[in-house]
């Protein structure tokens, strides 16, 4: 058994910063490639930055060059640093895992077996 717990969100001034947490309990061994999806009210849950073991780290179009995805595998910890945001950055942000590799269709969230319970990030 795998739990994610987010942490980190809250509410920043368009053009700031935060950083995201994710930290992993359990059978941490087996996950191979942890994400952070978000969604926005009325939009679907959109996949926006996946790396696994080898530290490949893949990027939605939206978030690249402002969002940084990084993991400590001794902590057991998944980050998302989050720069120059703008409102449409604006959604519950989730942690995802899964015990294969993140592959091509790494953005596509039925694929992954656990989830955070999210975390709100607001962007004004």
């Known amino acids: 058994h795998v739990q994610l717990v987010e942490s980190g969100g809250g509410l920043v001034q368009a053009g700031g910063s935060l950083n995201l947490s994710c930290a992993a309990t359990g059978k941490t061994n087996v996950l191979n490639c942890m994400g952070w999806f978000r969604q926005a009210p009325g939009k679907e849950r959109e996949g926006i930055a996946t790396?696994?073991?080898?530290?490949?780290?893949r990027y939605a179009g939206s978030v690249q060059g402002r969002f940084t995805i990084s993991r400590d595998n001794v902590k057991n910890t998944l980050y998302l640093q989050m720069d120059s945001l703008v409102p449409e950055d604006t959604a519950v942000y989730y942690c995802?895992?899964?015990?294969?590799?993140?592959?091509?269709?790494?953005?596509?969230?039925?694929?992954?077996?656990?989830w955070g319970q999210g975390t709100q990030v607001t962007v004004s």
């Open positions: 995802a895992a899964k015990d294969i590799w993140c592959g091509a269709l790494w953005y596509s969230s039925e694929l992954y077996s656990y």
């Open positions: 790396i696994d073991t080898g530290e490949t780290a």
